[in-house]
């Protein structure tokens, strides 16, 4: 930009300093842009970091889960009533708090917003089970409905441990009001 000075102005040092300001923050504000856009990518975000994009999102790492005890033997006599599922005292379990590894919280987090901006109609839902998926060698190809108010998915490909824990046992699937998920066929 200073070959582009007016030549009155050529030969004055504070007009060609005046005139590299924004080429001196360019590559600053590069780096900051970049920062910030590495800064909300989940996959490759941890820890604290994902605390973070959890609460603009609206979903608590924290997870409420029930620990069941092991009992031997609660009388004497060795009956094992404790355990025993027809006499009024079952296992005794406690309530477990406890947080999300890292792993199951970055899939969790594409749910809540995958649910968030879905309205759930076949093709949006095929959309964010692919976007909750990610890079895998998988990919969400056919919604199946049950016409029993139940749908379920066909995946092409295999889909990691994680993935597939939370698709059978958590709700992260968009789905209308009133349909199940019936779960998942991978191919």
Do not use: H
């Not at 060609?16 to 800064?39: C, H, T």
């Not at 970091?49 to 609660?74: F, H, K």
């Not at 025993?84 to 309530?95: C, G, K």
């Not at 379920?152 to 349909?179: A, C, F, K, Y």
């Amino acid at each position: 930009m200073a070959n582009r000075l007016y030549a009155q102005y050529r030969d004055k040092t504070k007009a060609s300093k005046l005139s590299e300001i924004p080429v001196s923050f360019r590559g600053q504000m590069l780096s900051v842009a970049e920062f910030v856009r590495d800064s909300w990518d989940i996959d490759r975000n941890s820890g604290e970091a994902l605390n973070v994009i959890g609460r603009i999102v609206d979903a608590n790492r924290s997870l409420l889960q029930t620990s069941y005890l092991t009992v031997y033997e609660c009388n004497s006599d060795g009956d094992f009533e404790c355990g025993d599922d027809s006499i009024q005292l079952s296992t005794p379990s406690v309530a477990d708090d406890a947080n999300l590894s890292d792993d199951y919280y970055q899939y969790l987090l594409k749910a809540k917003i995958a649910k968030n901006n879905s309205s759930a109609t076949i093709d949006e839902i095929l959309t964010s089970v692919n976007f909750i998926i990610g890079d895998q060698n998988a990919v969400a190809t056919r919604l199946i409905d049950n016409e029993d108010m139940t749908f379920s998915i066909v995946i092409e490909g295999d889909i990691n441990n994680v993935v597939r824990d939370l698709m059978t046992n958590g709700d992260i699937i968009p789905r209308p009001q009133g349909v199940t998920f019936s779960g998942f066929v991978e191919i």
